[in-house]
T-cell receptor, first 120, second 107 residues
Framework: EVQLVESGGGLVQPGRSLRLSCTAS????????MSWFRQAPGKGLEWVGF????????????AASVKGRFTISRDDSKSIAYLQMNSLKTEDTAVYYC????FGSGGDYWGQGTLVTVSS | DIQMTQSPSSLSASVGDRVTITCRAS??????LGWYQQKPGKAPKRLIY???SLQSGVPSRFSGSGSGTEFTLTISSLQPEDFATYYC?????????FGQGTKLEIK
């Protein structure tokens, strides 16, 4: 059974950093790209970014709203994807979801999400 | 960026009704579109991929159609567990973009 579990969320002050983790199980993690999405309170879904598999050099793509502040990485030996968030803003407050991305597809399986609150 | 215009934004329907939700892309996206269902406090669940392929385990009352710029999600006979918010997602080009969502409520 495919499982994705996000962790690392919490309350953080504006301008500070936070790293989220997405721990995967039930599939061969290294064969898949992984994506991060978010959802601000009461709002719709937003794509944050994407990391390809090692076969595609683990290259990344980002939404304009986070480019230069957020970094996605992965550790295939641990089956974990990371979202490093720097210079956080109040508008980054959201539930953050990770998702498995089969080739040529949007996310199929999603984690349960982790809440990040940016506030002073 | 590709804009996804989803309609309606909300919909009131009864159990047993047939409902259709539409997404229009601002430019052609082939069939690079998925449909997701989200219930309050829960993660999105993919229903349809590649515009018209049913995700494994999803009831056959859900169907998708379209290609290029016009896409539809149809629920043939609403069940109580189908009342939720639905989103389309294009993954044809970066940034991936969602429709604004359709909140399906019980009449």
């Amino acid at each position: 059974e495919v499982q994705l579990v996000e962790s690392g969320g919490g309350l953080v002050q504006p301008g500070r950093s936070l790293r989220l983790s997405c721990t995967a199980s039930g599939f061969t993690f290294g064969d898949y790209a992984m994506s991060w999405f978010r959802q601000a309170p009461g709002k719709g879904l937003e794509w944050v970014g994407f990391i390809r598999s090692k076969a595609y050099d683990e290259t990344t793509e980002y939404a304009a709203s986070v480019k230069g502040r957020f970094t996605i990485s992965r550790d295939d030996s641990k089956s974990i994807a990371y979202l490093q968030m720097n210079s956080l803003k109040t508008e980054d407050t959201a539930v953050y979801y990770c998702s498995r991305v089969p080739f040529g597809s949007g996310g199929d399986y999603w984690g349960q999400g982790t809440l990040v609150t940016v506030s002073s | 960026d590709i804009q996804m215009t989803q309609s309606p934004s909300s919909l009131s329907a009864s159990v047993g009704d047939r409902v259709t939700i539409t997404c229009r892309a601002s430019q052609g996206i082939r069939n690079d579109l998925g449909w997701y269902q989200q219930k309050p406090g829960k993660a999105p669940k993919r229903l349809i991929y590649a515009a018209s392929s049913l995700q494994s385990g999803v009831p056959s009352r859900f169907s998708g159609s379209g290609s290029g710029t016009e896409f539809t999600l149809t629920i043939s006979s609403l069940q109580p567990e189908d009342f939720a918010t639905y989103y389309c997602l294009q993954h044809s080009s970066y940034p991936y973009t969602f429709g604004q969502g359709t909140k399906l409520e019980i009449k």
